[in-house]
Protein backbone atom coordinates (compact mmCIF):
# COMPACT_ATOMS: atom_id res chain seq x y z
CA UNK A 1 0.00 0.00 0.00
CA UNK A 2 1.96 3.69 -0.97
CA UNK A 3 0.96 6.34 0.83
CA UNK A 4 1.60 10.17 -0.15
CA UNK A 5 5.38 11.21 0.91
CA UNK A 6 5.99 14.07 3.42
CA UNK A 7 8.62 15.92 4.78
CA UNK A 8 7.95 14.43 8.55
CA UNK A 9 10.75 13.32 9.89
CA UNK A 10 9.39 10.08 11.18
CA UNK A 11 8.85 9.72 7.30
CA UNK A 12 12.12 10.88 6.16
CA UNK A 13 13.51 7.88 8.59
CA UNK A 14 11.05 5.48 7.31
CA UNK A 15 9.33 4.81 10.37
CA UNK A 16 6.17 6.24 9.42
CA UNK A 17 5.67 3.70 6.94
CA UNK A 18 5.84 0.99 9.48
CA UNK A 19 2.75 -0.81 8.91
CA UNK A 20 0.94 -4.07 9.99
CA UNK A 21 -1.99 -5.78 9.71
CA UNK A 22 -4.35 -6.71 12.37
CA UNK A 23 -7.28 -6.42 14.55
CA UNK A 24 -8.34 -3.71 16.71
CA UNK A 25 -12.16 -1.59 17.42
CA UNK A 26 -12.75 0.51 14.86
CA UNK A 27 -15.38 3.60 13.39
CA UNK A 28 -15.24 5.64 10.79
CA UNK A 29 -17.38 8.60 10.19
CA UNK A 30 -17.26 11.18 6.64
CA UNK A 31 -17.01 14.62 7.83
CA UNK A 32 -18.03 17.72 5.96
CA UNK A 33 -15.20 20.60 5.21
CA UNK A 34 -16.52 23.18 8.08
CA UNK A 35 -16.41 19.98 10.58
CA UNK A 36 -12.67 18.94 9.24
CA UNK A 37 -10.98 22.23 9.60
CA UNK A 38 -13.13 22.85 13.08
CA UNK A 39 -11.47 19.44 14.27
CA UNK A 40 -7.68 20.27 12.94
CA UNK A 41 -6.64 22.38 15.29
CA UNK A 42 -7.61 19.60 18.01
CA UNK A 43 -5.71 16.87 16.25
CA UNK A 44 -2.84 18.73 15.79
CA UNK A 45 -2.16 19.18 19.87
CA UNK A 46 -4.08 15.50 21.04
CA UNK A 47 -1.97 14.00 23.24
CA UNK A 48 -1.15 10.08 23.52
CA UNK A 49 -4.45 8.76 25.25
CA UNK A 50 -4.34 7.07 28.66
CA UNK A 51 -4.83 3.28 29.17
CA UNK A 52 -8.05 2.13 29.92
CA UNK A 53 -7.59 1.98 33.37
CA UNK A 54 -11.11 0.52 34.33
CA UNK A 55 -10.99 -2.16 31.58
CA UNK A 56 -7.41 -3.41 33.46
CA UNK A 57 -9.07 -3.07 36.41
CA UNK A 58 -12.04 -5.11 35.82
CA UNK A 59 -9.85 -7.46 34.22
CA UNK A 60 -7.37 -7.92 37.73
CA UNK A 61 -10.46 -8.34 39.34
CA UNK A 62 -12.35 -11.26 37.59
CA UNK A 63 -8.69 -12.91 37.91
CA UNK A 64 -8.89 -12.38 41.58
CA UNK A 65 -12.54 -13.55 42.02
CA UNK A 66 -11.69 -16.49 39.99
CA UNK A 67 -8.99 -17.46 41.83
CA UNK A 68 -11.42 -16.90 44.79
CA UNK A 69 -14.07 -18.98 43.77
CA UNK A 70 -11.84 -22.55 44.63
CA UNK A 71 -10.45 -21.60 47.72
CA UNK A 72 -14.30 -19.50 48.52
CA UNK A 73 -17.35 -19.65 46.87
CA UNK A 74 -19.13 -17.73 48.46
CA UNK A 75 -16.58 -14.78 49.32
CA UNK A 76 -16.22 -15.14 45.34
CA UNK A 77 -20.27 -14.96 44.73
CA UNK A 78 -20.62 -11.70 47.22
CA UNK A 79 -17.56 -9.54 45.20
CA UNK A 80 -19.78 -10.43 42.25
CA UNK A 81 -22.65 -9.29 43.37
CA UNK A 82 -20.68 -5.80 44.74
CA UNK A 83 -19.11 -5.47 41.17
CA UNK A 84 -23.06 -5.78 39.58
CA UNK A 85 -24.05 -3.33 42.34
CA UNK A 86 -21.33 -1.02 41.39
CA UNK A 87 -21.88 -1.38 37.90
CA UNK A 88 -25.47 -0.64 37.83
CA UNK A 89 -24.80 2.45 40.00
CA UNK A 90 -22.56 3.99 37.61
CA UNK A 91 -25.10 3.14 34.90
CA UNK A 92 -27.53 5.33 36.50
CA UNK A 93 -25.61 8.01 37.23
CA UNK A 94 -24.24 10.88 35.38
CA UNK A 95 -20.73 9.14 35.62
CA UNK A 96 -21.22 6.93 32.94
CA UNK A 97 -22.53 9.61 30.55
CA UNK A 98 -18.75 10.75 30.10
CA UNK A 99 -17.55 7.49 29.35
CA UNK A 100 -16.90 6.12 26.17
CA UNK A 101 -17.73 2.50 25.76
CA UNK A 102 -14.72 1.08 24.27
CA UNK A 103 -16.62 -2.24 23.33
CA UNK A 104 -19.03 -0.36 21.43
CA UNK A 105 -16.21 -0.47 18.53
CA UNK A 106 -16.37 -2.85 16.26
CA UNK A 107 -13.20 -5.40 16.38
CA UNK A 108 -12.19 -4.76 12.71
CA UNK A 109 -9.73 -6.21 10.47
CA UNK A 110 -7.33 -3.47 8.92
CA UNK A 111 -3.59 -2.25 7.53
CA UNK A 112 -2.22 0.73 9.67
CA UNK A 113 1.18 2.42 9.40
CA UNK A 114 2.13 5.98 11.40
CA UNK A 115 1.00 7.66 7.93
CA UNK A 116 -2.46 6.11 6.76
CA UNK A 117 -4.38 2.86 6.91
CA UNK A 118 -6.39 1.05 4.56
CA UNK A 119 -9.57 -0.85 5.96
CA UNK A 120 -12.88 -2.55 4.71
CA UNK A 121 -16.23 -0.33 4.82
CA UNK A 122 -20.58 -0.99 3.45
CA UNK A 123 -19.94 1.73 1.62
CA UNK A 124 -17.96 3.58 -0.31
CA UNK A 125 -16.54 7.61 -0.11
CA UNK A 126 -15.48 9.59 -2.47
CA UNK A 127 -11.62 10.07 -2.98
CA UNK A 128 -10.43 13.36 -0.86
CA UNK A 129 -13.53 12.97 1.94
CA UNK A 130 -12.14 13.73 4.88
CA UNK A 131 -13.06 11.30 7.75
CA UNK A 132 -12.67 10.61 11.55
CA UNK A 133 -11.29 7.71 12.47
CA UNK A 134 -11.59 6.21 16.01
CA UNK A 135 -8.84 3.00 16.86
CA UNK A 136 -9.20 1.29 19.81
CA UNK A 137 -5.68 -0.39 20.19
CA UNK A 138 -5.18 -3.62 21.31
CA UNK A 139 -2.96 -2.87 24.01
CA UNK A 140 -4.05 -1.15 26.90
CA UNK A 141 -7.08 -0.21 25.02
CA UNK A 142 -6.10 3.27 23.85
CA UNK A 143 -8.78 5.32 22.05
CA UNK A 144 -7.25 7.94 19.23
CA UNK A 145 -9.08 10.10 17.43
CA UNK A 146 -7.96 10.73 13.77
CA UNK A 147 -8.15 12.93 10.87
CA UNK A 148 -7.59 11.68 7.39
CA UNK A 149 -8.39 12.05 3.53
CA UNK A 150 -9.86 9.26 1.49
CA UNK A 151 -7.24 8.18 -1.16
CA UNK A 152 -8.59 5.49 -3.00
CA UNK A 153 -12.03 3.34 -2.72
CA UNK A 154 -12.55 0.49 -4.27
CA UNK A 155 -14.76 -2.78 -4.71
CA UNK A 156 -13.64 -5.71 -2.49
CA UNK A 157 -14.61 -7.38 0.51
CA UNK A 158 -11.73 -10.23 0.40
CA UNK A 159 -8.30 -8.31 1.14
CA UNK A 160 -9.47 -7.20 4.60
CA UNK A 161 -13.12 -8.11 5.12
CA UNK A 162 -12.23 -11.76 4.73
CA UNK A 163 -15.12 -12.27 2.44
CA UNK A 164 -17.89 -10.65 4.26
CA UNK A 165 -20.68 -9.78 1.82
CA UNK A 166 -21.24 -6.65 4.01
CA UNK A 167 -18.54 -4.59 3.79
CA UNK A 168 -18.45 -4.38 -0.05
CA UNK A 169 -15.49 -1.41 -0.20
CA UNK A 170 -11.81 -0.97 0.32
CA UNK A 171 -11.04 2.83 1.82
CA UNK A 172 -7.54 4.03 1.96
CA UNK A 173 -7.18 6.71 3.43
CA UNK A 174 -3.76 9.27 4.98
CA UNK A 175 -3.71 10.58 8.33
CA UNK A 176 -3.70 14.26 8.64
CA UNK A 177 -3.01 16.92 11.03
CA UNK A 178 -1.67 14.40 13.52
CA UNK A 179 0.68 15.86 16.29
CA UNK A 180 4.10 14.76 16.98
CA UNK A 181 3.25 12.90 20.31
CA UNK A 182 0.31 10.80 18.60
CA UNK A 183 2.93 9.94 15.68
CA UNK A 184 5.34 8.86 17.59
CA UNK A 185 3.34 6.94 19.88
CA UNK A 186 1.96 4.98 16.81
CA UNK A 187 4.74 4.27 15.31
CA UNK A 188 6.40 2.79 18.82
CA UNK A 189 2.91 1.06 19.31
CA UNK A 190 3.62 -0.87 15.80
CA UNK A 191 6.74 -1.88 16.44
CA UNK A 192 5.54 -2.89 19.70
CA UNK A 193 2.65 -4.75 18.21
CA UNK A 194 4.28 -6.72 15.15
CA UNK A 195 6.71 -8.59 17.75
CA UNK A 196 3.74 -9.62 19.85
CA UNK A 197 2.21 -10.99 16.46
CA UNK A 198 5.19 -12.63 15.69
CA UNK A 199 5.27 -14.45 18.68
CA UNK A 200 1.80 -15.71 18.21
CA UNK A 201 2.64 -16.79 14.61
CA UNK A 202 0.42 -14.43 13.22
CA UNK A 203 2.11 -12.29 10.84
CA UNK A 204 3.10 -13.43 7.09
CA UNK A 205 6.56 -12.84 6.83
Given at each position: ??W????N???????????I??W?G??Y??????????????S????V????????ID????L???????K????????KL??K??Q???Q??????DLV???D??Q????I???????????A???????????V?Q????????L???VS???D????AD???L????????FS??????????I?????R???L?KL???N?
Open positions: MGAMDTKNTIEGRGYFRTDMFERALDEEEYHRLRKVQYAEPALDELAERQLQALTRLEISPYAADLGLNKILIMKTSIAKDLDFETQVDSATGMAFPSVRVSAGKPVQVDLLSGRQHLKLAKVCELNESLGDPHTHLIRVIDMSENISEFLQYLVKQGALGRVR
